[in-house]
């Protein structure tokens, strides 16, 4: 196979996401793993390579170094190259973006992208331990500090929102409300805004039969429930979830051999690792930026590399190729076919 940015994703297969206190690694993975060599029509020996992206088993589980081999051998796939990625909440997208590089570079012609997590656990406090791990620990310190430093805003009234996690949450709630409060003293953001941005994401939710909630909410609802980090409250933050997604990523010569158009792809641009963002203690002097990535890093951000991932429709005649970004740690679900 000549190298080629161009791949074919043959399959895609994902779990329903939620609170599994009665399943692991093991169960989530093979889910997924087998729905997508079912929508493939791929048998397990036909995979030459596996990238297995997971951020936190470690930390939860206890299980470390083989994370990948341990759930694959379950679905029974083995004694084949299998890579292991951990990249905090672009770990499944790296370990898609990994599976479709040595694809496209043509060192093999079928290649699994798999994400799987187990966040729960019967103790909270461990979950929230977990995420902590995430951030610079030589710069702990320095950030809860700085998150404490941070006001909440005169017209919200009250105390100040406290950084460093504890209470029942995750540190990063702190993080991402004082990121939220600088962008509300930049450019006037209102919490009612941040609210309708939550009702937006409810409704999809509401939408997809795997989503963790699918139940509508009002913007009422929103700022009605409990305060987490001020502005934000409960019903817009994202839950702690169970879950796995698998792709199946192979050559466009493979798939014309199996007679699968599928959906094709150019990979996908990665950009995580930019420094967070110092949280805005008073209203900034300097003009608001217009650059769409202000907060590369902490949120999702656009692309418009070359080498950004494209999915194509799945049609008998020469596709249209469409732009698309995907971020997250669930990407790798985002590639079905038309």
Not at 242 to 261: F, H, M, N, Q, T
């Amino acid at each position: 196979m000549a190298a080629d940015e161009r791949v074919v994703i043959a399959g895609v297969g994902m779990t329903k996401f939620g609170k599994f206190h009665d399943r692991g690694l093991k169960s989530l993975a093979g889910e997924a793993v087998n729905d997508a060599l079912k929508d493939a029509s791929l048998e397990p020996s036909d995979v030459q390579l596996a990238v297995v992206g997971n951020a936190v088993a470690g930390l939860i589980t206890g299980q470390e170094c083989i994370r990948g081999q341990v759930v694959l051998r379950e679905a029974g796939i083995g004694g084949i190259p299998i890579f292991n990625v951990e990249n905090a909440c672009a770990s499944a997208s790296s370990a898609f973006h990994l599976a479709w590089s040595q694809v496209a570079a043509g060192r093999v012609d079928v290649a699994l992208a798999l994400g799987v997590e187990k966040l729960t656990h019967p103790d909270k406090a461990v979950s929230f331990q977990a995420f902590s791990s995430a951030v610079d620990v030589e710069l702990m310190m320095q950030l809860m500090e700085s998150l404490k430093s941070a006001p909440r805003p005169e017209a919200a009234g009250g105390e100040k929102s406290g950084g460093g996690g504890g209470g029942g949450k995750s540190m990063f709630m702190d993080i991402y409300a004082a990121i939220i409060r600088g962008h509300m003293s930049q450019y006037g953001t209102t919490q009612e805004t941040i609210a309708k941005v939550a009702v937006k994401n409810h409704h999809h939710g509401a939408l997809n039969p795997r989503a963790q909630y699918q139940e509508e909410v009002t913007v009422e609802e929103v700022l009605a429930s409990r305060e987490v980090a001020y502005p934000l409250t409960l019903l817009m933050c994202s839950p702690i979830g169970d879950g796995a997604a698998a792709a199946l990523i192979v050559s466009p010569e493979y798939a014309k051999r199996k007679g699968d158009r599928g959906a094709q792809g150019r990979g996908i641009c990665d950009r995580l690792g930019q420094p967070p963002p110092t949280p805005v203690t008073s209203s900034p002097s300097r003009e608001p930026r217009s650059s769409p990535t202000r907060w590369r890093g902490w949120a999702p951000t656009t692309s418009t590399s070359p080498r950004s991932t494209t999915r194509l429709p799945r049609q008998r005649s020469s596709p249209t190729r469409t732009s698309a970004s995907a971020p997250g740690a669930r990407a790798a679900a985002s590639w079905r076919k038309g």
